[in-house]
Nanobody, 114 residues
């Protein structure tokens, strides 16, 4: 089973940037689609961005043009670059397969506040 460890979250002011990382315990090359998800307080977990093994990406409408997902299969790591952050981005961010899911990691907290 793959184990996923997210990092890179923190407190940032509106308009700021963060880069999240997701390290996998074994090769993610066999996982075609990897995604970043987020869960805000009182809300369901939602898919923010996804990337296929050959680099095709897809984004939730609200983050298009501001978030960039990438992956380095050799380093077994998936990244999410988040620019021009807005308060509504505040959530715990997780990475996982596009489906079926592997066990969820602990996530990384992102707080956007002035």
């Amino acid at each position: 089973q793959v184990q996923l460890v997210e990092s890179g979250g923190g407190l940032v002011r509106p308009g700021g940037s963060l880069r999240l990382s997701c390290a996998a315990s074994r090769s993610i090359f066999s996982i075609n689609v990897m995604g970043w998800y987020r869960q805000a307080p009182g809300k369901q977990r939602e898919l923010v961005a996804s990337i296929t093994s050959d680099g095709r990406t897809n984004y939730e409408d609200g983050v298009k043009g501001r978030f960039t997902i990438s992956r380095d299969n050799a380093k077994r790591t998936v990244y999410l670059q988040m620019n021009n952050l807005k308060p509504e981005a505040t959530a715990v961010y997780y990475c996982n397969s596009g489906g079926p899911f592997v066990p969820w990691g602990q996530g990384t907290q992102v707080t956007v506040s002035s």
